[in-house]
């Protein structure tokens, strides 16, 4: 493992992969007080057919352009849900559904024409299904750190409005705060973070580093700051460590091992969280239930105490 | 009967099943579940097979049943944790499906006749090269055998149960309080939801079951306000995209469940268009509503 580890290639890809956690971390807090988890699922399957469309116009892989065609199908996607949800009786989550399959299936049809042609074969598309991130060379890792760190920075800078706008709405309105504007960045930055994600956890699963982290965080902190800062640490573990370990195995996928390392993450917190966790609550509670008798049994042996004083 | 004959056959059952059953899951709002179950079947069908070392179809009913179950259970329990639906949901799905896909592609290993590939896409082309023999019918395949039997519990389902899901689907708190058993409703609907999820399986693969069962309910659901006009026009649509799909992949060559998924949408695209009552068009039609007075 230790000399897999020196050879550089490796070492970009560990970093990029943990660079791409953090980013997905911090995006997933805002997009979990936007109660929109899943919407980040249903645009990571509708990337799929941008990609191939992007390959079948282009011909050769050029990671840069593969990501607009995604972010391009991403965004029809976004604003069709919306426009079903606005003009038919259908529900979000309906759209959202109906949307998510029939975009991929569309990008299944796709795939299977691009690769019947000859370059599309050995192009190693069907590995943005599941993510490879050894399949990433020196030049995609370098536009995916870049865009990653950009996805990271605007949540950095725009700190203070992205509280506002999640939390007191009304107020953003009274102060200048354009919630529309607001409402674009976040898309872009979630698309953003989607599109550079696909290359190497895959389309099925990047959403998970999306969701898992915030709500894993939720429960060690109720400040947004802390949550924020803890939801990127954990993305960032899980993409290094889960990258490590689909190295060990030869073919094996690295976005299920980021989920799973994601995951285990969640447990741990679910269990031994400070704020909500099982264990705290147990706790809490049986200290209230004994406070709890230990009054009852005050309560009934105060009128005992009274008698025997009076004898 | 010929190749494209039972490749057909096979695609409407699958049409036919999906669209019973979405009706019921998008009028209780839980399109999304149908999504999380899709994916977390595949758990339920490597563990089957790793238990077993076989690939049947019973095994994989049962492992799939119980992963569906285990998906909607786990999602129940997180929310009682006070998680978010949306969030448990993503939690849930995601992890156990990541879970499958890391068994796939370490313990089953490449000689079996499973991997992720056809897992996600399915396999209608080979359907016709597994044929069993059955009693009274003859010759058939075993996936189109297995989707027709899943079929007969679906329309069994929807028949029995009718009046029990109209009331559980549109007014869950009048079922409460008419003592109808609402939870137990809820996972035998689980348990109907996961087995049609695993008899398309072989046929249209994990997602685009979702499409199947998501899509033509909701384009019945732009043209009626009745439940039994809907249950009809939704496996209606569901038959006629299966086909529209099949006739889409011959003529350009492609993967047929992919074509099938997008036939749904083309289906829903011609509803939202030309619903006389929800539809674009008779939006613009439609007079303007009188001012009253």
């Not at chain 1, 370059?119 to 890792?141: C, E, K, P």
């Not at chain 1, 865009?147 to 009274?174: H, N, R, S, T």
Request: hydrophobic fraction near 55%; proline fraction near 3%.
């Amino acid at each position: 493992m230790w000399s897999s580890l020196m050879m550089s290639n490796v070492q970009w890809v560990l970093i990029s992969t943990m660079i791409l956690g953090v980013a997905a971390g911090t995006i997933g807090c805002i997009a979990y007080w936007k109660k929109q988890s899943l919407m980040s699922d249903a645009l990571a399957h509708a990337a799929l057919p941008g990609v191939v469309i992007a390959f079948l116009v282009l011909g050769e892989k050029n990671l840069f352009v593969l990501m607009i065609g995604a972010a391009g199908t991403a965004l029809a996607g976004a604003f069709f849900i919306q426009w079903i949800r606005s003009s038919t009786r259908i529900t979000a989550d309906t759209a959202m559904g109906m949307i998510l399959s029939v975009f991929y299936g569309l990008g299944i049809m796709l795939l299977a024409i691009a690769n019947r042609t000859a370059s599309g074969n050995q192009s190693g598309l069907d590995s943005f299904i599941f993510g490879q991130a050894a399949a990433m060379v020196r030049s995609d890792v370098m536009t995916m750190l870049s865009l990653a760190v950009a996805v990271i920075l605007i949540v950095l800078i725009l700190f203070k409005e992205w509280k506002i706008y999640l939390f007191d709405p009304q107020f953003a309105q009274g102060s200048g705060l354009s919630l529309r504007g607001m409402d674009v960045i976040y898309t872009t930055v979630l698309v953003t973070t989607i599109v550079i994600g696909i290359q190497a956890v895959g389309v099925i699963l990047i959403a998970a580093l999306l969701i898992i982290p915030s709500v894993s965080a939720r429960y060690w902190t109720q400040s947004f700051r802390t949550m924020v800062l803890l939801s990127a640490a954990f993305g960032g573990v899980s993409g290094a460590a889960g990258t490590l370990i689909s190295t060990l195995g030869s073919g094996w996928p690295t976005g299920p091992f980021i989920v799973v390392t994601a995951a285990s993450l969640f447990v741990l917190s679910l269990i031994f969280g400070k704020e909500k966790g099982i264990f705290i609550q147990y706790w809490q509670h049986k200290a209230r239930q004994k406070m709890l008798s230990q009054q009852q049994a005050d309560r009934q042996l105060g009128p005992n105490r009274v008698e025997e004083g009076i004898q | 009967m010929t190749y494209a004959g039972w490749i057909m056959i096979t695609a409407s059952l699958v049409g036919l099943s999906c669209g019973l059953i979405g009706v019921f899951l998008i009028l209780r709002k839980m399109a999304m579940m149908a999504d999380a179950i899709s994916h977390t079947v595949l758990l339920g069908i490597v563990s089957a097979y790793l238990v077993t070392q076989e690939l049947s179809g019973p095994h994989m009913l049962l492992g799939a049943i119980l992963a569906g179950l285990l998906t909607a259970f786990l999602v129940q329990w997180l929310q009682s944790l006070q998680i978010e639906h949306h969030a448990a949901m993503g939690i849930v799905f995601t992890t156990l499906f990541a879970i499958g896909v890391i068994l796939i592609s370490t313990a089953v290993g490449k000689n079996a006749h499973l991997d992720v590939q056809h897992a996600l896409m399915g396999e209608i082309t080979f359907i016709p090269f597994k044929m069993i023999s059955l009693p009274l019918i003859g010759d058939i395949p075993e996936a189109t055998a297995m989707l027709a039997f899943a079929c007969l519990i679906v329309l069994f389902a929807v028949i029995i149960f009718y009046k029990e899901w109209k009331i559980t689907s549109f007014d869950p708190g009048l079922a409460a309080s008419l003592g109808l058993p609402v939870l137990l409703l809820h996972y035998v609907f689980m348990s109907l939801v996961s087995v049609t999820t695993v008899a398309s399986f072989d046929a249209v693969g994990a997602i685009m079951v979702v499409a199947m069962l998501i899509t033509p309910a909701a384009s019945a659901y732009l043209w009626t306000d009745r439940l039994l006009v809907m249950l009809i026009l939704s496996s209606s649509f569901g038959v006629i995209s299966a086909i529209v799909g099949y006739v889409i992949a011959a003529w350009i060559d492609t993967s047929i469940s992919g074509s099938m998924a997008f036939a749904t949408g083309l289906v829903f695209l011609i509803s939202f268009l030309l619903s006389p009552k929800h539809g674009l068009i008779a939006g613009y039609v439609r007079p303007a509503k009188p001012i009253e007075q």
